[in-house]
């Protein structure tokens, strides 16, 4: 069974550091890895997609990488800002039917 | 938001009610799926849909059962709530912008909470 990790649990950084966000998973056979950002009593929003054939994809101050023969992905997010602050999730594409294999969150704090 | 919407959004219950919640989508998504969130669990899968009156059990079924009759609604059913079934429940779309199972993304709607007593 797919299972996937996100460590650290949590963080704080200073505003203005990069953040570094990991994520593992056992099973390499994934269709693609997700990365969400939920806010605090609120649904999740979708940050980035990378496919199981792609190394990396970006969007504004954030990137994402993917070693699929190693099990990981790393989530970049350049000059950290408060409003960064919140639970990063990411999460594995196991099959054609699109059920989705979820880690347990990393909780970002950014102090001002 | 990929137009999902839920309801209801908080609901309180008591133990042996039957409960309904509702996910309902505006863009005509082949794909549905129910979560379930709870500390040091995550999102788990409950049920999925892949088309009106296709549906089948996830990760975490027992309890719940699902019917979509037609594509906008996908319906999550608990036959007899009880406490273990406390939870932030979130309904997801699965979108694909350029055909292909690998670029599918999934959206989630904005989610219910449901307290058993």
Known sequence: KQEVTQIPAALSVPEGENLVLNCSFTDSAIYNLQWFRQDPGKGLTSLLLIQSSQREQTSGRLNASLDKSSGRSTLYIAASQPGDSATYLCAVRTDSWGKLQFGAGTQVVVTP | ?117
């Open chain 2, 1 to 117: 938001d990929a137009g999902i919407t839920q309801s209801p959004r908080h609901k309180v219950t008591e133990t042996g009610t039957p409960v309904t919640l509702r996910c309902h989508q505006t863009e005509n998504h082949r794909y549905m799926y129910w979560y379930r969130q709870d500390p040091g669990h995550g999102l788990r899968l409950i049920h999925y849909s892949y088309g009106v009156k296709d549906t089948d059990k996830g990760e975490v079924s027992d309890g719940y059962s699902v019917s979509r009759s037609k594509t906008e609604d996908f319906l999550l059913t608990l036959e007899s709530a009880t406490s273990s079934q406390t939870s932030v429940y979130f309904c997801a779309i699965s979108e694909s912008k350029n055909g292909g199972y690998n670029q599918e993304t999934q959206y989630f709607g904005p989610g219910t909470r449901l307290l058993v007593l």
